[in-house]
Structure formats: C-alpha cells, structure tokens
C-alpha cells in the first residue's frame, strides 16, 4: 500500500507557473506507475499526464502536451507536475495517483491509490 501527499497548488496569473509535488510512502515507490489528474467543479476527473516506473516513458494530455512536465525521483519517492504558460482553464483540484501497470493509463478507475489533491487556481 501506499500514501500519496501532493503540494505545491496555489493562485496563479495566467502565463505563471507552477511545480506540484507528490511524496510517497513505503518502499516500493519505484514499482509504481504514477499519474495526474484534475477536477475542475462540475466536471469529471480528468487525466493531465503520467509517467513509468522509471520515468523514462511519460504521456500527456493533448490540452497540457508541451506546458507540463512529469518527472519522478525514485530515491525521494516524489513524483513532480511542472505546469508553465498555466491558463485559467487550468483551475482545478489536482490530484495524484498510483497503480501497478501502465494499459489505459489515462483511466482514473485503473488508478489503485489517490492522495487528496492540491488546489491550482489561474487568474485571467
């Protein structure tokens, strides 16, 4: 099992950035497939990007491809969203998640475990 605690939300201007982060428990961070998603209100939870175990493969939404970066560090059990030329369609509540494979990655029911998400709100 393991727990996940994002941080690094806040307001932004649009054109700003942000890194969100997501630390991990347990010894077994690096066995994990780790992804991010958002909700915004109103609206289902959708994937932003995700990243293989050794964070060498990484995919992304087609509405954040080119402005965001997934990266993890398994030594620090972490896994990273760098999030530049941020929108204010970008506002949500944004959460990660981890699960063993990676098929249908960009399936939030395919996700084992979530943390409980950090707030990212853009300004126009």
């Known amino acids: 099992q393991v727990q996940l605690v994002e941080s690094g939300g806040g307001l932004v201007q649009a054109g700003g950035s942000l890194r969100l982060s997501c630390a991990a428990s347990g010894r077994t961070f690096s066995s994990y497939v780790m992804g991010w998603f958002r909700q915004a209100p109103g609206k289902e939870r959708e994937f932003v990007a995700a990243?293989?175990?050794?964070?060498?493969?990484?995919y992304y939404s087609g509405s954040v491809k080119g402005r965001f970066t997934i990266s993890r560090d398994n030594a620090e059990n972490t896994v990273y969203l760098q999030m530049n030329s941020l929108k204010p369609e970008d506002t949500a509540l944004y959460y990660c998640?981890?699960?063993?494979?990676?098929?249908?990655?960009?399936?939030?029911?395919?996700?084992?475990?979530w943390g409980q998400g950090t707030q990212v709100t853009v300004s126009s």
């Open positions: 998640a981890a699960r063993g494979g990676l098929n249908n990655y960009a399936a939030p029911r395919n996700y084992d475990y």
């Open positions: 990243i293989n175990w050794s964070g060498v493969n990484t």
